[in-house]
């Protein structure tokens, strides 16, 4: 019971369901328990306390051609990182990254750049970055998948040069690169010339 002391004219009820009403201090007991037992559930699935049944043959596990006990393993569901991946899934990422690259490249941002290229593309990465003029686009001219994680990816780049009279011309050149996908990302592992 926990007891409450309240002050001025209050209204309490009798157990026997009359309203007792009365002026002053009044201590009302309120019972700490209602009554209602909360509900339990003997084991997972089950409700109204029943047990889920088992059954044993001749009170041994069961067996097939006189073996021992027989065990069933549940489908295995784990697969690995490369199968998790479709072919358009690994090009659109590896498109994903060329494109990155390229804007970059044509923006002057080398630092970002080099933050998508693996350390043994980084020479080549320079040698891109120094055969440029002025960039200013691009487009993909190819795009195939070589294995399981790599990807070649060719690309023009819009440059314009000068010509020995001095007279910007539009040059184009390409690069083929190649891009690892797996479940770290998309890296780029080589740059070549296309």
């Known amino acids: 019971m926990v007891s409450t002391d309240t002050t001025g004219p209050s209204t309490t009820v ?63 569901t784990s697969t690995t990182t490369q199968q998790l991946y479709t072919t358009e899934q690994r090009e659109g990422s590896a498109w994903a990254a060329v494109q990155y690259l390229a804007e970059l490249v044509i923006t002057g941002n080398t630092s970002g750049a080099r933050a998508l290229v693996a350390p043994e593309a980084q020479a080549s990465l320079a040698w891109m970055v120094m055969s440029l003029s002025e960039p200013y686009g691009y487009k993909r001219t190819g795009l195939q998948s070589l294995s399981d994680s790599i990807v070649r990816v060719t690309i023009q780049i819009n440059d314009r040069v000068m010509n020995p009279n001095g007279e910007l011309k539009e040059a184009l050149p390409k690069f083929v690169i190649k891009v690892r996908v797996d479940d770290k990302g998309a890296v780029i592992t080589a740059i070549n010339a296309g």
């Open 14 to 76: 009798g157990t026997d369901g009359t309203t007792v009403s009365t002026d002053g201090p009044v201590t009302t007991q309120t019972p700490v328990t209602t009554g209602i037992q909360p509900s339990t559930t003997q084991s997972p699935g089950t409700t109204g306390g029943t047990q889920p049944s088992t059954s044993t043959t001749g009170g041994s596990t069961p067996t097939t051609g006189g073996g021992g006990p027989t065990t069933t393993r549940p489908s295995s």
